[in-house]
């Protein structure tokens, strides 16, 4: 883009999805780019991720890049649902097919990124103490990627050993005649907990929040399978990009609470029988929106639960209650609820008896103490903002991004943050991100950060910004789509509710992976608009915006654009 080589068009923070697609789409965009990674390799969020059971809750055929239909074509998926390892080798696969590895530093962890608004370049500070300078700073950093450790009184004087599922050790954990305890029950806490019961001495389940857990049926993949999706994998891929989850799943529009209760009954069995994560929402399309709608499928689940579980106070424990079903995320599981009529598995319900406080021994809670060898903590993550906000970023007039996201995370589209020029968040707050499948909302935003660049050098512009009045409408409007549903009657990490003192918003937009694809793609053939452009030229004289004076009718055009609704 630029003439003096010791500046780089971009900079890449993480190698997991996000980072090697973008890698991929800048380089191969002409961008002279360098990607930084904390970890020893790429991978990501799987990278970290290598507790027992570790599994993506979205099949391989959706949770895969579609970018290259002879990589889809060559990858033999061994599974329906791939554990970590295989999507790990998966990545690797990727990152070596397209020679991605030489633009990656592995072990550095980006510390700050500063804007000097005179030059429009970021100066990026890794933990080597280097500072590289480039035009724009695209942290790739994911959603689930800092790690949320329970705060627990005495929890560092535990004689055990003590882990968190979002930082798994790369070595091989023996758990044989362990007592282990595991705290949490979301989609990590399930899935470890699958995994250990009966493969150690015995296995405590701290359970704060009882949730849905929606059989995965998982299995393995044969030729004829594969095939079978590969004939139409190109229709397939292109339904998924316009639709509201992204994935090629037909949804009902038909209401749950009109339906008859046979007919509910007959639609639920089968979307037990043949689930998927998205199964049950799928059914009616009130569920997510109407509470006695959604009471019908959450009652529906209850009742399995009190089917399986063959002791009933251990099977009362386990209804989820107190929040709608889908408003925290599902849980996928083939043997969840069986694994309480063990003997060797117990679970302690913390409603009832909370924990007090850990102790050498283990857990101690209001009815006593829980000895234990090992502890898990599958206590969730920071959730959508904790990985950007790690790093010291500082734009415009040295504004801190943590001070500005004080109250809440803004942006324009999930895109970028006003204040920020030329800092792209790749499925950032505001956008679809973990409410759609992820690979395909990844695709969709370096896509589209890759053309607005392209834009940017074919026409000479050296800065853009997303425009204060359009950051405030299209925030106001991700607010909007969610009240008109269930979601804020639950405390999940949607909200930031998982962390204390995090300002609750509620963070990704919910009107559509298809819907917010066509919004971006409308903002980027409007000139960019609600954004603020800036010329080289015109950086070096008077800091004149190109669309500037276009303030109101960003504003107004912003607000047009906003009309659509979920
Ligand atoms: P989640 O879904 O955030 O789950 C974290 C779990 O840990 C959840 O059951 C929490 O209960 C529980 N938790 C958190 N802190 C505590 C404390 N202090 N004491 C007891 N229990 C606690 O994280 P996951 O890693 O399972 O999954 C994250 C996403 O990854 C998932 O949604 C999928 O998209 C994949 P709570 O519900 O807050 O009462």
Not at 295 to 316: L, N, Q, S, Y
Not at 437 to 465: A, F, G, K
Not at 547 to 559: D, F, I, T, Y
Request: hydrophobic content about 35%; charged content about 20%; glycine content about 10%.
């Amino acid at each position: 883009m630029g003439q003096d080589s010791t500046i780089l068009d971009a900079v890449i923070v993480g190698s997991g999805f996000a980072g090697l697609y973008a890698i991929k789409r800048l380089r191969d965009a002409g961008f002279s780019i360098q990607a930084f990674e904390a970890g020893d390799g790429i991978g990501g969020t799987w990278y970290w991720n290598r507790y027992p059971g570790a599994r993506v809750d979205l099949e391989c055929w959706d949770y895969s890049y579609s970018f290259s239909p002879e990589l889809q074509d060559e990858w033999d998926w061994p599974e329906r649902y791939p554990t970590s390892s295989e999507l790990m080798r998966y990545l690797n696969h990727v990152a070596d097919r397209f020679h991605l590895r030489e633009s990656i530093q592995f072990n550095t962890k980006v510390t700050s990124a500063v804007f000097d608004e005179q030059a429009n370049l970021w100066n990026v500070t890794t933990s080597y103490g280097k500072t590289v300078k480039a035009r724009f700073f695209v942290p790739a950093t994911g959603v689930l990627s800092v790690p949320k450790p329970p705060e627990i009184p005495g929890i560092e004087t535990f004689g055990g050993q003590t882990y968190h599922t979002g930082r798994w050790p790369h070595h091989e954990v023996d758990f044989t005649n362990k007592r282990v305890g595991v705290i949490g029950t979301g989609s990590s806490g399930i899935q470890v907990i699958q995994a250990l019961a009966g493969k150690c001495k015995h296995l405590t389940v701290f359970q704060r929040t009882a949730v849905f857990v929606v059989p995965a049926k998982n299995h393995p993949l044969t030729p004829a399978m594969r095939a079978r999706v590969r004939a139409t994998y190109g229709e397939r891929r292109a339904i998924s990009r316009l639709t509201r989850f992204g994935i090629a799943v037909p949804m009902s529009s038909e209401s749950a609470v009109e339906a008859t209760v046979e007919e509910r009954q007959k639609k639920y069995e089968n979307a037990w029988e043949n689930s998927q994560l998205l199964g049950f929402r799928m059914c009616y399309g009130d569920i997510l929106a109407d509470e006695a709608a959604n009471e019908t499928v959450a009652e529906f689940i209850r009742g399995k639960i009190r089917e399986i579980v063959k002791k009933p106070d251990v099977a009362e424990k386990l209804l989820p209650r107190g929040f709608p079903f889908g408003t925290k995320r599902p849980c996928l599981g083939d043997t969840y609820y069986s694994v309480y009529n063990r003997d060797d598995v117990e679970l302690v319900d913390l409603r009832a008896t909370p924990i007090e406080r850990i102790v050498p021994e283990g857990v101690v809670t209001s009815d006593g103490l829980h000895e234990l060898d090992v502890l898990i903590c599958a206590t969730g993550y920071d959730a959508l903002t904790g990985a950007l906000t790690q790093i010291d970023v500082r734009g415009l007039g040295g504004r801190k991004l943590t001070d500005k996201w004080s109250e809440g995370a803004k942006t324009y589209l999930g895109l970028m943050t006003a204040g920020f020029p030329n800092l792209f968040t790749v499925t950032g707050p505001g956008s679809p991100g973990p409410l759609a499948n992820m690979s395909m909302s990844i695709e969709q935003h370096v896509d589209w950060i890759t053309h607005c660049m392209e834009h940017l050098r074919d026409h000479n512009i050296d800065r853009i910004e997303a425009g204060q009045h359009a950051e405030e409408a299209w925030m106001q409007h991700v607010q909007e789509i969610v009240s008109r549903t269930l979601y804020l009657k639950a405390n999940s990490w949607y909200l930031g509710a998982n962390v204390p003192g995090k300002p609750q918003v509620f963070l990704p937009y919910l009107g559509g992976h298809g819907t917010y694809r066509k919004k971006c793609d409308d903002v980027a053939a409007a000139g960019y608009e609600g954004f603020v452009l800036r010329h080289r030229a015109e950086s070096e004289a008077a800091n004149e915006p190109v669309n500037a004076g276009h303030g109101e009718a960003a504003r107004s055009a912003a607000a047009g654009m906003l009309g659509g609704g979920a």
